[in-house]
């Protein structure tokens, strides 16, 4: 009895090794798992070019195409708050009577709840002392009624639209009253900003869901031109959200080098080149602000960087001149964002 369950078990192995060899060859057939040094002296050419939809290497990479499936994953950052209101009877709400706020306020309770006018918020840096200031076209575009901008802690000033370059998506704003309330405006930088500057930017992002204060990121200029070579923007990776528009982008010196414009949409960047893009973000550059300036007939103030500061103390001067701006959004508009 022992002998046939010796040669069972012998039979089950063999038979089970022979249905793993013929799958392995079946399957296998052709096709290389590994990467050997001695086979070409080359790196994996998975670690400088895509696949094709065989799994295997698709030839040297052409980033042509994913450069222009960037463009549209390319999005603006200005911040936009949908409110509701609700034409049921008041109901008595626990979590509201602890934190002060009602759930339905972010995600509806789809009961009698109505949308209204979209606010939308973003960030503008005060240029000359006469009060003008600058920010993304793509900020004020759409807006109904008044547009306001306040400092930090302060009420807001109504501010009339100048100007706007929607084409290098700039708009010049100004504020009355402007010479008694806007003493310190910023700086720009005179002479040009090179690859691997350190950089900050500071802004407004997702205001009224973090901060009410501005808030500051550091990183460096990683070229000198955005996407499809677009001598008109800087490349950062300082990061920036929602709400960072038409922020300043500062060097060390604390002098204005960009307008802080756009992001990469980095889902919308993946489903196109299959990889996930990081710290790709865009400002425009001085250059273009000053032409823009220039034709609107708004002096400004340049100075050379010569004086390296600490970040929080660049932070502190920003207070200055940075500004929240706010408006009401057009229904039509918000639709298209």
Same mark, same amino acid.
């Given at each position: ?26 399957? *296998? ?16 050419? &998975? ?9 295997? #290497? #698709?030839? =040297?990479?052409?980033? *042509?195409?994913? !450069? @222009? ?18 034409? &049921? ?27 209204? =006018?979209?606010?939308?918020?973003g960030s503008g840096v005060i240029i000359s002392n006469d ?12 807006? +109904? ?59 407004? =992002? ?8 501005? *808030? +500051? ?7 000198? @031109? ?11 990776? !300082?990061? +920036?959200?929602?709400? &960072? @528009? ?13 307008? +802080? @414009?756009?992001?990469?949409? !980095? ?9 996930? =893009?990081?710290?790709? &973000? ?35 001067? #920003? ?14 508009? !918000?639709?298209?964002?």
């Amino acid at each position: 009895m022992r002998a046939k369950q010796v040669v069972a078990v012998i039979l089950i192995s063999a038979s089970t090794a022979i249905a793993t060899m013929w799958g392995y060859n079946h399957f *296998t057939t052709g096709k290389t798992y590994f990467y050997s040094q001695q086979d070409s002296g080359k790196i994996p050419s &998975n670690y400088a070019r895509f696949f094709n939809g065989e799994n295997k #290497a #698709a030839g =040297p990479a052409d980033f *042509t195409d994913a !450069a @222009s499936a960037a463009i549209p994953a390319t999005v603006h950052i200005k911040t936009k708050t949908i409110r509701t209101v609700s034409n &049921n009877l008041p109901k008595h709400n626990p979590f509201s009577d602890l934190f002060g706020i009602d759930p339905d306020d972010f995600f509806g309770n789809g009961n009698g709840m109505r949308s209204m =006018p979209e606010m939308a918020s973003g960030s503008g840096v005060i240029i000359s002392n006469d009060g003008y200031i600058v920010t993304n076209n793509h900020v004020i575009k759409g807006c +109904v009624g008044d547009v306001q901008g306040n400092f930090v802690g302060q009420a807001p000033v109504k501010l009339r639209i100048v100007a706007t370059d929607e084409i290098n998506d700039l708009a010049l704003l100004q504020a009355k009253g402007a010479k008694k309330t806007f003493s310190a405006p910023a700086m720009m930088r005179e002479m040009p900003v090179h690859s691997g500057d350190a950089v900050v930017a500071i802004g407004f =992002p997702y205001h009224g869901l973090l901060t009410s204060d501005f *808030t +500051v990121t550091t990183g460096v200029v990683s070229s000198l @031109s955005g996407i499809l070579n677009d001598t008109r923007f800087l490349q950062i990776t !300082a990061p +920036v959200q929602p709400g &960072n @528009s038409g922020g300043p982008l500062l060097d060390m010196s604390g002098h204005v080098v960009g307008v +802080v @414009s756009a992001k990469l949409n !980095a889902l919308k960047f993946a489903k196109a080149t299959g990889d996930i =893009p990081e710290n790709i &973000n865009f400002a425009i550059k001085t250059g273009t602000l000053r032409d823009f300036l220039d034709n609107s007939v708004v002096s400004y103030d340049t100075e050379l960087s010569d004086a390296e500061m600490k970040t929080v103390d660049i932070a502190s001067a #920003a207070r200055s001149y940075i500004l929240l701006v706010t408006c009401t959004a057009e229904a039509k508009e !918000a639709a298209k964002r």
